[in-house]
């Protein structure tokens, strides 16, 4: 499935059938998972249904409601070797800035971190609320330069440049250039 823009996306059905399984080990209905993640329960419901299409800040309400890293919503079975060609793997979109986040690695059972491709371009800052309580992310910038941190502490940074910082309080990343890519690595504890 592709986004439009020759990058894949992670078919539905992944995000349908880690919905349901997430929603049932918490106990919770489709209302009060709805009420809880902020999103109506129509939505909720076309999403477990597989005919849903959610943006990024859907899935991360969703993933911090039930308390799951958002990995878990949209990790494909594994095979033994893994290899994701450049745009390629499972792509999703912010909705409000032109943020496109790749999940090359979610953790295994046990492990509680995730991998992720980043790509940014100037223009809307992605605004990203708290993650689970516990979250770190690192990010290692590719190309471009990226403003980016918790609000209020942002820091600039440039290829090569590494920056760790709480994911459970509200943060940004804005690009500062075209092409703007990193590598961001999401720690649970």
């Given at each position: 499935?592709?986004?439009?823009?020759?990058?894949?996306?992670?078919?539905?059905?992944?995000?349908?059938?880690?919905?349901?399984?997430?929603?049932?080990?918490?106990?919770?209905?489709?209302?009060?998972?709805?009420?809880?993640?902020?999103?109506?329960?129509?939505?909720?419901?076309?999403?477990?249904?597989?005919?849903?299409?959610?943006?990024?800040?859907?899935?991360?309400?969703?993933?911090?409601?039930?308390?799951?890293?958002?990995?878990?919503?949209?990790?494909?079975?594994?095979?033994?070797?893994?290899?994701?060609?450049?745009?390629?793997?499972?792509?999703?979109?912010?909705?409000?800035?032109?943020?496109?986040?790749?999940?090359?690695?979610?953790?295994?059972?046990?492990?509680?971190?995730?991998?992720?491709?980043g790509a940014l371009e100037p223009g809307a800052p992605r605004e990203s609320d708290a993650h689970i309580p516990g979250s770190v992310e690192h990010l290692v910038i590719s190309t471009g330069r990226l403003l980016a941190g918790p609000r209020g502490e942002t820091v600039e940074l440039s290829p090569g440049d590494y920056m760790s910082y709480r994911g459970d309080v509200p943060h940004s990343y804005?690009?500062?250039?075209?092409?703007?890519?990193?590598?961001?690595?999401?720690?649970?504890?």
């Open positions: 499935m592709t986004d439009g823009s020759g990058g894949s996306r992670m078919p539905r059905e992944w995000v349908a059938a880690a919905l349901r399984r997430e929603r049932t080990r918490a106990g919770l209905s489709l209302s009060e998972l709805a009420k809880r993640a902020g999103i109506a329960k129509s939505t909720l419901s076309q999403l477990e249904a597989a005919t849903g299409n959610p943006g990024i800040e859907t899935l991360w309400a969703l993933a911090v409601a039930l308390g799951v890293p958002f990995s878990v919503l949209v990790e494909s079975p594994a095979p033994a070797v893994t290899v994701i060609r450049a745009g390629e793997g499972p792509t999703m979109h912010a909705e409000n800035s032109s943020y496109a986040g790749t999940l090359l690695s979610a953790g295994p059972t046990g492990v509680r971190r995730d991998i992720y491709h804005e690009a500062l250039e075209p092409n703007t890519t990193f590598v961001m690595i999401m720690q649970h504890v």
